[in-house]
Nanobody, 118 residues
Framework: VKLQACGGGAVQAGGYLRLSCTAS???????MGWYRQLPKKQRELVAA???????DYAEFVKGRFTISRDNSNNTVFLQMNNLKPEDTAVYYC??????????????WGQGTLVTVSS
């Protein structure tokens, strides 16, 4: 499964961005999510959503970010509102599921940079 992410960019604090990530291939995708990595920090979960629509958010984005997905197009979105300078990071999309040969997969997109200025 290959993931193609887009939508990063530079905004001022209080602004918004919408990230999207599309998975290619014929595998069954269960959970899709977004992670971020700040300079010299570990990659951390931002938000995830199951195929059935159950959402999970990191505390630091609750009330500001919303994750959604389009199962028919294997696409996951991250609407990021009220962005803060501390949200500056490289954002990675992730997909987990089963291949057509029933093997687990855990795939990552290439990362998209989000820069929030004060």
């Amino acid at each position: 499964v290959k993931l193609q992410a887009c939508g990063g960019g530079a905004v001022q604090a209080g602004g918004y961005l919408r990230l999207s990530c599309t998975a290619s291939g014929s595998s069954r995708i269960n959970t899709m999510g977004w992670y971020r990595q700040l300079p010299k920090k570990q990659r951390e979960l931002v938000a995830a959503i199951t195929r059935g629509g159950s959402e999970d958010y990191a505390e630091f984005v609750k009330g500001r970010f919303t994750i959604s997905r389009d199962n028919s197009n294997n696409t996951v979105f991250l609407q990021m509102n009220n962005l803060k300078p501390e949200d500056t990071a490289v954002y990675y999309c992730n997909a987990q599921g089963l291949t057509t040969s029933l093997r687990d997969f855990d795939s990552w997109g290439q990362g998209t940079l989000v820069t929030v200025s004060s």
